[in-house]
């Protein structure tokens, strides 16, 4: 059974880093893109960024550029995003996603997102 | 400001059918696939369509899914009470290097 577990709620004061992960189970870890999605509160879906953790490839989203990092550890089979100084705008739920990208020829492929992890609730207040 | 632009909020009875639209651009849904998400309340999004118009095992064939140009249509029949979600679409934009963008979202009220 393909799961993506996140890690706990966090509770963090303006201006501290965070990690929060994202472990994935019951697939090649390696073989799919996992992704991040953050929802303010009360607000709709914001895409974040990508990784591909067979070879480290990340991208990001134009908002989020600068702002986060996301990484990989292929031999945990853990995802991360990560902020060195948070701020209270930071505040949301969230959440990682595994991409497929099934190819249909002639180049033409598909993507979207078929397991999403539970969600990890960032608080930032002083 | 969403990259795909849906309805706030759509509502409907019991039992009737509703249909939620995402428009889009030629970057986006133009040229790449649609997908579906439902979030129930207090849960994360969960796939609904994929490729305009697939269902994954488990979705009742009550959901479908259509494409026509650069814009989606998600279609409900037979609504229920615990249809009761927001709904968002997403997709990719070649234009983006990360590349996926979501709609704004669809509050659905079963009346």
């Known amino acids: 059974e393909v799961q993506l577990v996140q890690s706990g709620a966090e509770v963090k004061k303006p201006g501290e880093s965070l990690k929060i992960s994202c472990k994935g189970s019951g697939y090649s870890f390696t073989s799919y893109w996992i992704g991040w999605v953050r929802q303010m509160p009360g607000k709709g879906l914001e895409w974040m960024g990508i990784i591909y953790p067979g070879d480290s490839d990340t991208r990001y989203s134009p908002s989020f550029q600068g702002q986060v990092t996301i990484s990989a550890d292929k031999s945990i089979s853990t995802a991360y995003l990560q902020w060195s100084s948070l701020k209270a705008s930071d505040t949301a739920m969230y959440y990682c996603?595994?991409?497929?990208?099934?190819?249909?020829?002639?180049?033409?492929?598909?993507?979207?997102?078929?397991?999403w992890g539970q969600g990890t609730l960032v608080t930032v207040s002083s | 400001q969403s990259v795909l632009t849906q309805p706030p909020s759509v509502s409907a009875a019991p039992g009737q059918k509703v249909t939620i639209s995402c428009s889009g651009s030629?970057?986006?849904?133009?040229?790449?696939?649609v997908s579906w998400y439902q979030q129930l309340p207090g849960t994360a999004p969960k796939l609904l369509i994929y490729?305009?118009?697939k269902r994954p095992s488990g979705i009742p064939d009550r959901f479908s899914g259509s494409k026509s140009g650069t814009s989606a249509t998600l279609g409900i029949t037979g609504l229920q009470t615990g249809d009761e979600a927001d709904y968002y679409c997403g997709t990719w934009d070649s234009s983006l290097s990360a590349g996926g963008v979501f709609g704004g979202g669809t509050k659905l009220t079963v009346l």
């Open positions: 030629s970057s986006n849904i133009g040229n790449n696939y």
């Open positions: 996603v595994r991409k497929v990208t099934p190819y249909y020829g002639s180049g033409s492929y598909s993507n979207y997102f078929d397991y």
């Open positions: 490729d305009n118009n």
